[in-house]
């Protein structure tokens, strides 16, 4: 291996290399040059990441970086990069529709924030006519509309719900997850700015959505404190994020909304954070007629109540429905999870036979 | 070197670290009883310490990796009833990667390939960082004199280095990461709502993916290794380009397939026998091949397809078929298979066959950049001089500081043109 290395070497005279050390020093040249040009993205993300230490430390690190990159003017290639293709538009659309939402409404208050987000975005008046309670009115060109939206639990299931709930012609779904997000972290992505806009946008007549997985961590308020998770203050701040998130699902009088809890998971610590978070997700549901919260942790349970990673189908046998993570649902944890929600759909008398034809 | 790669392996569990010393030492003390007997003239006791490691071995595989599935499997078969507890273990990662280099290792010491290693340089040899995770499988005849000589710090191939680094991560973050999240993941996560025409583009989407994803993790791996003065042998040879089947596995994760043939295929029988017993032999060593990736029964059929094509092609005689056509039907056997490596279920790849079979519509998810791509990638197939190996030229004759500064541009626009967040290598969860 070793003569076929040298004669290869000797072939190409070019190739023989450098002493380890220049390599090495070159090497960190260019990482350093990367990492100047892209300081503002690193401490970007860095500004993302759960508060902890490691949270702390990289902003540490990153924000003199960035300081001194950006006085040399070392980041202007990404900036022109992220201009050109258009990474920058995206965040100004979401602040925007931050602005729109406006301040966050008690509980109660949900008919306020939408209609004004409509009027602001839309400039149009939305139909008022409540969609479900009218009667059988539709039609493949005035489609039954249900959005999932939701964290990656949504992608693993998503998709399977809307291929099923679409057998009927008279129905369009559509599925957007957005991997690693949730209510914690609006500075990640902001789920109450996307939900208006798809609200504004889709006026949907159900909306399913799924959060939670990600959320089990340190919340920074507006005006930039940290609140501990699962103290006092984080679970009245989050319980306003669940309230403010389930507003403006609602919404209008008679869409449907499903709140998905989560279901139990295989680390036992992660699955105790989930509980705990579910309970939230209950309490605010039972105090909205509108919202309907579901239970999945009896349905990805064994006979003990526990996790289960294979449970038996309809027809006895053994299956996966979860995926090796311990988290997230495999395609059959999915297909049961989305029969259960076209099931809880249907259960609108309203909506009766929109699958049988 | 071993302390870094235990390391790196802990990082992500550091249970499986003692996975890893176990695998080490056993095969380790396995290897020095093998020679030793073998020196000794005790060739039966030799073959039973053999036995005992690569025993050992499949059975650290069994646990982790097939022990659930055939216990779901046979639970099933008795009327669903879980007689056989499940163990619901995480797998570790690499584990097919290291079992395999370990069973070659105690193997060509008993064919009398190569003699034993020193310890240390053994646990270098099966933990060795770059290559741990997804390969390539490399043989202690290969790596063996390269720890044993150490390499020249004086000579360091940085360019060549640099550029297959650059190169990995271009084809990873940027191509892989954009047919998954703009074509391949949204066609096989709900096939029948898409064209005909769509699900076809993301089913050649997935083979150029894949193709990308796991080359390019190769890319990475060799060049980190170049760059610490050891050379990998060659993984992807572009596969694409072949025109037949048994020329696609002389291309295609050519380590694993070169492990196939010298310890399974060869030792079942090879094509010494009957027609026959070749073809069965071509069957099980791709069935098993297929489980390797992954214990469900879709790699199974994956492994099946292979084996059957295979022994299709040694069945026809030799026609002059022009080569456009032995190049169409292998590539469409190709991404007929890895449909079923895709999927997640049965069911789903064949769902993914009845919307490609459904009345044409028009293309809605892929675009003509998209359409571009894939064709431009399945093209670059075909020239063995590309214009990477330009770049990797003119990369090497720099001086070792613009090599340095080349490759941290290189970095911003990978990263640049990558999307956000970008998924685990494909080939990490075998």
């Not at chain 1, 100004?92 to 966050?104: D, F, M, N, T, Y």
């Amino acid at each position: 291996m070793e003569d076929k290395t040298d004669t290869e070497l000797q072939m190409h005279p070019d190739r023989v290399g450098f002493p380890a050390g220049k390599v090495f020093l070159s090497g960190v040249a260019g990482l350093i040059l990367a990492v100047a040009v892209n300081s503002s993205t690193l401490l970007a993300d860095a500004e993302r990441l759960p508060d902890s230490r490691s949270r702390s430390l990289s902003v540490a690190i990153w924000t003199p970086i960035e300081e001194v990159a950006s006085t040399l003017k070392l980041t202007w290639p990404r900036t022109v990069g992220d201009s050109l293709l258009g990474r920058d538009e995206d965040e100004v659309r979401i602040s925007l529709q931050r602005e729109q939402i406006g301040a966050k409404p008690e509980s109660g208050e949900e008919e306020w924030v939408v209609l004004s987000v409509e009027e602001e975005a839309s400039g149009d008046q939305l139909d008022q006519t409540p969609s479900v309670t009218s009667g059988p009115v539709w039609s493949p060109e005035n489609p039954f509309t249900i959005w999932v939206l939701g964290d990656s639990m949504v992608q693993f299931f998503g998709e399977t719900f809307v291929a099923m709930a679409e057998r009927s012609a008279l129905v369009a779904a559509t599925s957007e997850p957005k991997l690693a997000s949730g209510l914690s972290r609006p500075d990640y992505f902001d789920w109450p700015a996307r939900i208006s806009a798809v609200i504004t946008a889709h006026d949907p007549d159900a909306v399913i959505l799924m959060f939670g997985g990600n959320d089990a961590q340190n919340i920074k308020t507006d005006d930039g404190q940290w609140l501990e998770r699962f103290t006092a203050q984080w679970e009245e701040e989050y319980r306003k994020r669940i309230a403010l998130v389930m507003d403006l699902a609602t919404g209008k009088e008679g869409r449907i909304v499903l709140w998905v809890g989560q279901p139990p998971m295989r680390g036992d610590g992660f699955d105790s954070r989930m509980r705990q978070l579910n309970d939230l997700y209950r309490s605010e549901a039972g105090r909205r007629p509108g919202v309907k919260y579901l239970d999945l942790r009896s349905l990805f349970t064994d006979e003990s109540g526990n996790y289960a990673r294979y449970l038996p189908n309809s027809s006895g046998k053994l299956t996966d429905v979860r995926l090796t993570d311990g988290v997230h649902l495999s395609q059959w944890g999915g297909e049961w999870l989305s029969a259960l929600l076209l099931d809880e759909i249907k259960k609108s008398p309203e909506l009766d036979g929109l699958w049988a034809e | 070197m071993v302390g870094a790669s235990l390391f790196f392996y802990g990082w992500w569990n550091w249970r499986f670290v003692f996975l890893l010393l176990w695998a080490i030492t056993s095969n380790w003390v396995a290897g020095s009883q093998i020679a030793k007997q073998l020196h000794a003239g005790s060739n039966q006791l030799a073959r039973n310490w053999m036995r005992t490691a690569i025993v050992g071995d499949l059975v650290l595989l069994g646990v982790f990796k097939y022990y659930d599935f055939f216990a779901v499997e046979l639970s099933n078969l008795f009327g669903g009833k879980t007689a056989i507890p499940l163990l619901e273990l995480t797998l570790p990662v690499g584990i097919s990667f290291f079992t395999f280099q370990a069973m070659s290792y105690v193997i060509d010491l008993h064919r009398r390939v190569i003699k034993p290693m020193p310890m240390l340089d053994f646990a270098v040899y099966l933990s060795f960082f770059p290559q741990l995770v997804a390969g390539p499988i490399v043989r202690a005849a290969e790596m063996a004199p390269q720890i044993r000589n150490q390499p020249d710090p004086r000579r360091v191939a940085s360019g060549e280095a640099f550029h297959l680094i650059l190169r990995g991560l271009f084809k990873k973050v940027v191509i892989s990461s954009w047919l998954a999240s703009s074509i391949v993941d949204d066609v096989f996560s709900n096939p029948e709502s898409h064209s005909s025409q769509d699900v076809l583009v993301g089913v050649y989407g997935y083979a150029i993916q894949i193709y990308a994803d796991f080359s390019g993790y190769t890319d990475i791996a060799i060049g980190v290794a170049l760059l610490l003065g050891f050379r990998f042998p060659t993984n992807f040879d572009r596969p694409y380009s072949a025109l037949s089947l048994r020329e696609f596995w002389k291309r295609w994760h050519i380590t694993l397939s070169s492990w196939l043939r010298d310890y399974l295929y060869i030792p079942l029988g090879g094509n010494r026998g009957r027609q026959a017993d070749t073809y069965r032999n071509l069957l099980l060593t791709m069935i098993l091949g297929g489980l390797w990736h992954g214990s469900t029964w879709n790699f199974v059929i994956w492994g099946f397809i292979h084996g059957l094509a295979l022994a299709v092609e040694r069945m026809l005689p030799n026609q002059q078929t022009h080569p456009v056509i032995r190049w169409f039907i292998t590539f469409h056997i190709v991404c007929f298979a890895w449909v079923f490596f895709r999927a997640d279920s049965l069911s789903s790849a064949i769902d993914v066959f009845r919307a490609i079979g459904s009345s044409p519509s028009s293309l809605e998810l892929s675009s003509a950049f998209a359409i571009l791509l894939l064709a431009g990638m399945l093209m670059a197939q075909f020239f063995p001089h590309s214009k990477s190996e330009d770049v990797k030229q003119w990369l090497s004759k720099q001086r070792v500081l613009t090599q340095g500064l080349a490759f941290g541009f290189g970095l911003v626009l990978i990263d640049l043109f990558g999307p956000e967040g970008v998924a685990p290598f494909i080939y990490f969860q075998f």
